[in-house]
């Protein structure tokens, strides 16, 4: 069975960091691209940073630019998203996702219809 679990929310004041850790159980993360969506209160699910099998192209919505970086480790089967400099506005339920692409190169895109497998998701509140 092929699972996500992310973990590392919690509640954080505005400026202060977090990692978001995702591991990945019943397949192997080496031909999967991997991506970080979130879904605020009323708002559609988004991408927020994605990336390729071979960590090698990662993109990032403008909005997170300079603040988050998404990381993995295919030897230990996880994914991480470091999040600096949080703000009111990242408030959102966060999940990782996985999309099989066992292929070399020629991969893009952060869309929530090209990934196939989906964690359960880990709540981030920035707040006072």
């Known amino acids: 069975q092929l699972q996500l679990v992310e973990s590392g929310g919690g509640l954080v004041q505005p400026g202060g960091s977090l990692r978001l850790s995702c591991a990945a159980s019943g397949f192997a993360l080496d031909n999967y691209a991997i991506g970080w969506f979130r879904q605020a209160p009323g708002k559609e699910r988004e991408g927020v940073s994605c990336?390729?099998?071979?960590?090698?192209?990662?993109n990032y919505d403008d909005s997170v630019k300079g603040r988050f970086t998404i990381s993995r480790d295919n030897a230990k089967n996880m994914v991480y998203l470091q999040m600096n400099s949080l703000k009111p506005e990242d408030t959102a339920v966060y999940y990782c996702?996985?999309?099989?692409?066992?292929?070399?190169?020629?991969?893009?895109?952060?869309?929530?219809?090209?990934?196939?497998?989906w964690g359960q998701g880990t709540l981030v509140t920035v707040s006072e």
């Open positions: 996702a996985a999309e099989h692409y066992p292929y070399g190169g020629g991969w893009s895109g952060c869309e929530v219809a090209q990934f196939e497998v």
């Open positions: 990336v390729s099998s071979r960590g090698r192209t990662p």
